[in-house]
Structures are given as structure tokens and as C-alpha cells.
């Protein structure tokens, strides 16, 4: 840095542009002998800065002339430093020929000139093509023997050597320093700039070999530093080492480091565990090395502070009261191990404790699966209205055991689907029946959108609400959405057998883990590619970032199984089907996008109805559903019913071979019909209900009648959609696509119970690891925790919280004494200050809002009488003389009641004394000090619902005779 000088001037104006290249005096080049000066014109060789902004904007936009570049040119001449003067003064000829330099009309423009570095030879380029073209990849191209061309430097030299290099700016800046007004006091403090020096010198390569020892010799005369000079440890540039233990020249160790050697940052910043901080000195601000180095170091604790930050980097440097860290994501996401009071070890994630089960889930399987105690979805997409949902899931809930709670997986980007399934999920929930997750897949809401999703969730009683993004930015929807409320977000990318993206796995979570660690509300949930504990266990352990791209490790919380999980034993699957999964190969995760463009590992991806990739076994009929995206519903919507009047009879043969939808049209004898008005009944109602020659019905009722019955036809086909193709027109890709995945499940619904004529999902990596027709989980062993039960971890309540409620606590005969003050705290922060920091019975009876009731979910009953108890106490206290009186008690009518009766065989109040009786018991128990408990079904009650009502009734008939 150096002080300002007090005269005006362009800190540039005295370099010769013969500084800023090196040329050895002996050699040939040819240097052109001009004015040595850079240009005395800011905007040379444009007179004037009205010139430079039109002639930018003509020699930039003048090929293609749009609305963006007309808007340019109206930003141009309406500025308010636009002088119209000015460009009348302009020789805009002279301009266009100085900056157009025009071939030597002798010449056919290609003659060389020694020194400038045109060469001939061939030349060989890589011309990437995208995965959809008929061959994706890298393609090399080479170019004929007598190719011309020369290096980028050459052509760099030789401008600098021209004349016309004052046409270039070699500094495209404004000035680093101004002055802040009109006066040359020369009290005025020094206002210092710093900025890159103007070099061009080729450092860390070979061209400076020999360097050092001038060096060493010339400018430093043989003196040079030792190791024992280093007080703080150094290290080495290129291989991380502590200059500290050099046995060879320091001197000479750094010189060679700056002139030669190359620098791997990541090895210079390899520090030490116990290192904290990282502080960047260096002139670069947030353009320097320090933001790199951070990024290099992000996640593995250590804070990098950038001095150049003036805003903030040296107040943070000097703040010692409130020191910032930053998160060691291996040692704060790490899995370990937990021990319940029962004995049993548990794998301890934030995704287990949430959901009180193993790390692992089922993503839209079947549910026999849960059997295993796995956490799993239920897919919506076949469940077309809600008596259907409803139905299935009374049939999984007859299946699982008690306790066990069922999640949705709704199609976020199916709008008629979802506006149904999710109003009956909560609704089904209040019903008290087993409901605890929704996951929100295929589609992110907005942040608004998403926050009333998850407040309708939660208000209804849903336990925990996940959203499975399929890019980048949907990662980052997530992780907004997340920044007040708790998710699961599921991450499979586009290797994943469902809907999904063409993303990859890896590299979208490589960029968003830091922001995903930000927010402690996620919980992240890998799938797709998993086979068992071997694979998983890097992922578990975040080692798979460090092994394959040399990042901080990166855990993840859960892991998601689907593909995997189609040949479990409990899966129901149908075993011809499970044989065609075993018998597919899948591929390696580099090589899993050759399914977009043929049959790769016996996979092939198609594009579902929804409109997204999809992966399948190669079966028959998926081999044609890929035929048919690739034809007929490429085309627009409109072309499609005379492409298929085409090629009708062909289309309607390949139903027939080979596809689980057939054609619908057949006689009797089983030969094909492709007019659906020729099938017997049709026909046969026109030809006795019509009279064809006189073009006449008998009897307009009989025409309305015929009309009806094809209608309440077409009506049933509104249900669940129909196993065969009833039409080959604009909506054929409708009826061929939609619900076509369930016959794998149910084979003998195919009219040739054929597994080729099925569509099978199946993720082109996962399926590799399916060998039989069976599945494992893995298991793990570190670090072990005692606990009651798994559960989330509780969140640490600051030290002054007591105090912050107006409560005072003193310990006694270990036993925790709390003096309430002037107001009740609110119940459920005065609750988990009971509860204390450890999962145990006590935090579990006080916080859980829902427990299981046999096969239902209901509210906490406990939690309700003691945040009832505790009101009634406080104003027992706060006035002794005032009457409190505190009813509980059952409430024992209703349907619910009656079902509970029906399945424990017994009589509906038979059943409630016992009900009854249980939470009289509970309440005893607690020690509340309710005043009375109170049965609907008991005398009293009657008595005094019965006085209300005639009272009601009184005022009613009162007030009729009064109108």
C-alpha cells in the first residue's frame, strides 16, 4: 500500500506498455515502433464517452435486433450524460476503419509472419452431445494435416506489439481511488487503496526455473531465514507440510513454492483437528483467498474470518466476547448408537429419534412391509377417489401392528389427486385413525403454500411432514420452507425407479449440504442405489463425499428403499414378476443414464403420465410404451388421432401381443374387432331400435335409451381406470399410461397372467443388488446412549429459562420444588420444563401430544389433565377463599365407542365402566385434584342435560309466541 499523492492524475498514465510483457532484446520479434504511452483517452479511440456507449452498443447488438437490444439503445441516448453534440463531432468512418482491420487486399489474408505463431498441423476437438441424442457423450473431431491456427498467446503478443494495442484497456476498471472533494489540504488524512499488482510474470510453472538461485544470489546476497525463525507453523504450498520441519533452505523452500512449484490449496489448508479459526489477511476481500479457503473448509469446524471484509471481518477478529464457530458436520451428524430402558440397541439419528424406528424407510410400498418395524409410505397414485383411499387403508391397518402409523405419499404435481387426498389425510387423522406422516413428492409448493400445508398438517395431528425435491433449487425450496418448520427432505435423484428428475445423486447434495445443515429443522433422507449395509454405510457415516470427491464428510439422517424392497418376502410383489427383477443386471451409478436412450442393464426409462422419467424393467410392454413416447405421443395432441387412424390395425395388434392393456374390441370367437360399434351388443341395440333405411329411430325414447346405456358405459370408466385401451384417439396416451404399474402386484388380473405385458419399477442401480427374493438392512455399531425410549431429542432450554417464566426452583431431598409468581407460565413451555433434558416415561407422559390407543391415535389424555391441573392448582393458590371446582371424566357415546365395543365382544357400557375405570385410575395416579369425575352415560348427567334441554326449549317456544 502506498499514500496517496496529492496531485490529479490516472495512476496508469506513466506505464509504458512495454512493462507489462517481457521480451528477451535478442530475440526476432518484430515490435512495431509506437507511442509508448497507454491511451490518453479513457475511452480512446472513441473521442468521448457519448461515442464509446452507441459504438458499443452497434458493434455488440447489430446481428440481431430484439426488444432487449432496442431497450439498450433507448437506455443509451436517454441517460442523462448522453451528449447528442458529441456523436454529431464523431468521423464514425475513421472509427470503423480503425477498429475493423481489413486484410491486405494483395493477399489472400493467411500469409504468416515470422514470430507470430501460425502453424500447421491437424487438430483434434471434443464436441460434447447431450444424453438424449442418438449417441450422448464426449465425440472427437479431428481436423485436416494443413489446418492453420496458433496459440491464444501468440495472438496476444502480437497485439501488444501493434500499433493498435492502444485500442486495448489492459486495466477494464474504473479508478481504484477518487477524491472526496475539490481540496489539496494536505492535512486531509491518507486514504489507501489496494488492489492486484499489474504482472506478467508466468509464476508456479517451469519458465522460472533458475529463478530461486538468481534470487537467492543476486537480491538477497546469499542471506536467508532458517526454520528456527518460524514461530507459528507455515506449510508448504503444494504438500501441506510444516515448513517447520524443513532440513533443507527455508529461503529457498519459499522461493520455489512461488516460482515453480503448483499450489493444491487443499493440502496447504489440510489444518490441524484442534484448529478453530482461519484468518485471511490478504488484499483479495471477498474476491480473495479466504471465501475459497472456506469453501474448502466448510464443514469441518473451522471459521474462516476475511480481514479484507471491512463490514465485518475485523470487527469479528477483534470481538472476543462472542466468539463464532462453525459446524463440524462428522461429529455433530454422525450416527451412534442407543440403548433403550428395555435393553435394545437402536441406531440414534435425528431421522430415528423422529420417528422412533430404524433410519430406514419404505417409500410407497406395500405395506406388509412395516411388519419388518420399518417406517412406510403409502403411494397414492392408484387410489382414484376416497372411498378407495379410505378402503386401503382400512386394509393396512388390519394388517400392521398396533401402534404403527401410516404415512401418504401424495403427487404434489397431480392438482385433482392431491386437492382430495389432502383435506381426507387430516380428516381421517382427527377420526383417530393410525395416521402420523405426510410426504409431500413430484412438485414443491412455494414457501407460503407450503406453510399452510404444514399448519394444516400439524393442527390436524400429523407427527411429521416430508417433501421430496428433484433439483438444486427445489433442495433450496426445501430448506426455505424448513426455516420454521420442521421436515423430512428426501433426496433420490434421478436414479430412482418413481418420478423423479434427470439429476444426479451426488452432485446437487455436494452443493446444498452446508445450507441443508443451516436449518436444524431437516431431517435428510437418501434413496435410490441402495442395496444393503455395505452401501449404505458410507452414506450413513459421510464418508462418500470424502472418498469420491474429496469433500468434508456429509451423513445423511435416513435411508429410502423402494426398488430394493419389491422382492422382500413380505412385499407383495407377484413372484413371476420378482423373477423378472432378480434376473435384470442394473448398472453401476456412472452409468445409469444410458436408460433415457436404449435398454441399459435391462432397464429402460419411459416418460410417465405425468410427463417425467420414469424407470422400468424392460418387458415387452415397456419396450412398447418407450416405442410409442418415441412416436405418437411425441407428436402434438392434435396429429395424434390421424397418426393412430393410420396404423390402427398395427397398434391395436401390439396392444394385443403385448401390453397389459389390450384392446378392447372382440367377438366372441376372440377375433379382434377395431370398430367398437361392431361388437355384438352395440349393433345389435341400433339394428332393432333403428331404422336404417328410413335413417329413423322407432321411438325417440328408445335413441335416449340406447344413448344412456353407452353413457353409464363410459360413466363406470370414471372409477378405478379400466385393465384395456376402449379408444385410439387424442386421449389414447391417457388410457395407456394411466395405472399401469398395479398388475405387477397382481398378476393374475393379465388375461395371459404374462409378467412381460407388465410395467415393473425399478431403479436401474438398485436393481443390481437384488439377487433373490429377499431383503436385509443393515447394522451398525458405535458409539452407545441410554434411554427410555427413542425418541426426538429434547431441545436444551436456556439456563435463565426458569427465571424468564417468573418461577423460582430450589432441590430438595432430590426432589425439584418450583414457586409459581404472579402468572401461570403458558402450558406447554411450563411442561417441558417439568419434563427436563433425559427421554424418559416422565418427558414422554408430559410432551407427547399423541399416543396409541390400541389401533388408533389419540390425543395424550394425561398431557390434557395435567395442563387442566395445573390452572385449577394456581388458582387454588393465588386465592384460597375462591370455590374451584375441576371436572373430568369420559365422554362414552358415539360410533367410535360402539366399533371399540364390537371388537372386544363386549356390550357398549360394559366396555366404557372398564374404559371408565382406567382413566379414573390415571388420574388418581398423577395425583390430580379434580373435584369431580364425570361419566355421559351416568344418572347425573342426564339429569342435567335434560334440564338444560327443556330450559333451551322454553326460551325457544317464548320467544316464538313473541313473533
Known amino acids: 500500500m502506498q499514500r496517496r499523492p496529492t496531485m490529479r492524475h490516472d495512476p496508469e498514465e506513466n506505464f509504458d506498455y512495454a512493462d507489462l510483457y517481457n521480451l528477451d532484446p535478442s530475440s526476432n520479434c518484430r515490435v512495431e515502433q509506437t507511442s509508448s504511452t497507454l491511451p490518453d483517452s479513457t475511452w480512446s479511440p472513441y473521442p468521448n464517452e457519448s461515442s464509446f456507449r452507441l459504438g458499443e452498443w452497434y458493434w455488440n447488438d447489430w446481428t440481431s435486433k430484439s426488444q432487449a437490444s432496442f431497450k439498450k439503445l433507448v437506455n443509451v441516448i436517454t441517460a442523462p450524460d448522453f451528449s447528442t453534440e458529441d456523436i454529431q463531432k464523431t468521423k464514425w468512418d475513421v472509427l470503423d476503419r480503425e477498429l475493423v482491420l481489413e486484410r491486405d487486399e494483395t493477399g489472400d489474408g493467411w500469409e504468416d509472419v515470422d514470430g507470430l505463431g501460425w502453424v500447421e498441423s491437424p487438430v483434434t476437438i471434443s464436441v460434447p452431445f447431450h444424453k438424449k441424442t442418438a449417441h450422448p457423450g464426449t465425440q472427437y473431431y479431428t481436423l485436416p494435416d494443413n489446418f492453420r491456427h496458433r496459440r491464444l498467446l501468440s495472438a496476444l503478443r502480437e497485439k501488444v506489439q501493434s500499433a493498435n494495442f492502444r485500442h486495448f484497456h489492459t486495466h477494464p476498471y474504473e479508478l481504484h481511488w477518487k477524491y472526496g472533494d475539490a481540496s489539496d489540504d494536505p492535512q486531509r488524512k491518507p486514504v489507501f487503496s489496494v488492489r492486484f499488482l499489474v504482472v506478467n510474470a508466468p509464476y508456479r510453472s517451469h519458465y522460472l526455473e533458475g529463478a530461486t538461485e538468481r534470487l537467492f544470489q ?418 402434438p395432441k392434435e396429429k395424434r388421432a390421424a397418426w393412430l387412424k393410420e396404423r390402427k390395425a398395427e397398434v391395436i395388434a401390439k396392444l394385443n401381443k403385448d401390453f397389459n392393456k389390450p384392446w378392447f374390441g372382440s367377438k366372441k370367437d376372440g377375433s379382434v374387432v377395431e370398430d367398437l360399434a361392431d361388437m355384438t351388443v352395440v349393433l345389435r341395440m341400433v339394428r332393432l331400435m333403428y331404422v336404417a333405411h328410413q335413417e329413423r329411430w322407432v321411438d325417440l325414447s328408445l335413441r335416449n335409451l340406447t344413448g344412456d346405456w353407452l353413457r353409464r358405459i363410459e360413466e363406470r370408466f370414471a372409477g378405478k381406470p379400466v385393465p384395456f385401451i376402449p379408444i385410439l384417439d387424442a386421449t389414447f396416451e391417457v388410457w395407456f399410461k394411466k395405472d399401469s404399474l398395479w398388475a405387477a402386484e397382481d398378476i393374475d388380473t393379465v388375461f395371459d397372467q404374462d409378467p412381460q405385458r407388465v410395467c415393473i419399477l425399478q431403479g436401474p442401480v438398485a436393481v443390481k443388488h437384488s439377487k433373490v427374493k429377499e431383503v436385509t438392512g443393515p447394522h451398525l455399531r458405535r458409539r452407545r446412549e441410554h434411554v427410555d425410549y427413542l425418541g426426538a431429542k429434547p431441545v436444551a432450554l436456556p439456563s435463565n429459562s426458569v427465571a424468564a417464566l417468573g418461577l423460582r426452583h430450589e432441590v430438595k431431598e432430590n426432589k425439584i420444588i418450583y414457586t409459581i409468581g404472579n402468572s401461570v407460565p403458558e402450558p406447554s413451555v411450563w411442561l417441558e420444563t417439568l419434563a427436563g433434558p433425559r427421554l424418559d416415561w416422565l418427558r414422554a407422559l408430559l410432551v407427547t401430544p399423541t399416543i396409541v390407543q390400541g389401533a388408533a391415535h389419540i390425543d395424550n389424555p394425561l398431557r390434557r389433565l395435567v395442563i387442566a391441573d395445573i390452572f385449577a392448582r394456581y388458582a387454588r393458590l393465588s386465592k384460597p377463599n375462591r370455590l374451584v371446582c375441576f371436572m373430568t371424566g369420559t365422554d362414552e357415546h358415539g360410533l367410535k365407542i360402539q366399533k371399540a365395543a364390537e371388537g372386544r365382544e363386549l356390550e357398549p357400557l360394559a366396555f366404557c365402566d372398564e374404559l371408565s375405570q382406567h382413566f379414573r385410575g390415571l388420574a388418581v395416579k398423577a395425583n390430580i385434584s379434580n373435584t369431580r369425575f364425570s361419566r355421559t352415560t351416568e344418572r347425573d348427567h342426564h339429569q342435567a342435560v335434560h334440564h338444560l334441554w327443556v330450559r333451551v326449549q322454553r326460551a325457544i317456544n317464548a320467544l316464538t309466541k313473541l313473533t
Not at 342 to 368: E, N, Q, W
Not at 395 to 407: L, N, Y
Not at 410 to 436: T, V
Open 218 to 635: 543476486e537480491d538477497l546476497g546469499g542471506e536467508e531465514w532458517t526454520v528456527k525463525d518460524l514461530a507459528i507453523p507455515v506449510y508448504h504450498t503444494e504438500t501441506g507440510a510444516d515448513l517447520r520441519e524443513l532440513t533443507t533452505s527455508l529461503t529457498k523452500a519459499l522461493c520455489d513454492q512461488i516460482f515453480t512449484m503448483h499450489i493444491h490449496w487443499a493440502k496447504a489448508t489440510a489444518f490441524p483437528d484442534a484448529a478453530t479459526h482461519a484468518v485471511d489477511f490478504g488484499p483479495g476481500g471477498l474476491s480473495g483467498i479466504g471465501p475459497l479457503t472456506a469453501r474448502n473448509l466448510d464443514g469441518r469446524g473451522v471459521r474462516v474470518i476475511v480481514v479484507g471484509d471491512k463490514s465485518r471481518g475485523i470487527a469479528e477478529l477483534f470481538d472476543a466476547q462472542s466468539i463464532k464457530r462453525e459446524e463440524w458436520w462428522s461429529k455433530k451428524y454422525s450416527p451412534s448408537l442407543v440403548k433403550t430402558s428395555d435393553g435394545t440397541l437402536h441406531i440414534d439419528t435425528p431421522f430415528s429419534r423422529l420417528l422412533g424406528k430404524p433410519p430406514i424407510m419404505v417409500a410407497g410400498m406395500t405395506p406388509s412391509t412395516a411388519k419388518a418395524g420399518y417406517h412406510v409410505e403409502l403411494a397414492s397414485g392408484g387410489h382414484y377417489n376416497a372411498a378407495a383411499l379410505r378402503a386401503k387403508l382400512a386394509e393396512i391397518q388390519s394388517q400392521i401392528p398396533a401402534g404403527v402409523g401410516i404415512t401418504l405419499n401424495a403427487l404434489y404435481i397431480n392438482p385433482r389427486q392431491f386437492g382430495f387426498q389432502f383435506p381426507l389425510w387430516q380428516e381421517m387423522r382427527r377420526e383417530g385413525l393410525p395416521i402420523e406422516g405426510f410426504c409431500v413428492a413430484a412438485g414443491i409448493a412455494s414457501t407460503e403454500k407450503a406453510a399452510e400445508i404444514i399448519e394444516a398438517l400439524s393442527n390436524a395431528g400429523i407427527k411429521h411432514i416430508s417433501f421430496k425435491p428433484g433439483s438444486v433449487d427445489g433442495i433450496r425450496q426445501v430448506v426455505n420452507i424448513a426455516a420454521s418448520n420442521p421436515v423430512i427432505l428426501q433426496w433420490t435423484g434421478g436414479r430412482a425407479g418413481g418420478n423423479h428428475s434427470c439429476e444426479d445423486f451426488h452432485q446437487p447434495i455436494l452443493a446444498t449440504y452446508s445450507s441443508i445443515c443451516q436449518q436444524r429443522n431437516i431431517s435428510l433422507v437418501g434413496g435410490s442405489g441402495f442395496g444393503g449395509a455395505d452401501d449404505v454405510w458410507p452414506y450413513l457415516t459421510g464418508d462418500f463425499s470424502v472418498d469420491l470427491y474429496g469433500a468434508q464428510p456429509m451423513p445423511f439422517d435416513g435411508f429410502l428403499f423402494a426398488s430394493r424392497v419389491m422382492v422382500a418376502k413380505e412385499a407383495h410383489t407377484s413372484s413371476s414378476v420378482k423373477g423378472l427383477i432378480v434376473a435384470a443386471k442394473g448398472v453401476d451409478d456412472a452409468k445409469w443414464e444410458g436408460t433415457y436412450s436404449k435398454e441399459t442393464g435391462r432397464i429402460l426409462t419411459v416418460r410417465s403420465e405425468l410427463g417425467e422419467p420414469i424407470h422400468k424393467i424392460a418387458t415387452r410392454g415397456v419396450k412398447l410404451w418407450k416405442e410409442f413416447d418415441d412416436t405418437v405421443f411425441k407428436l
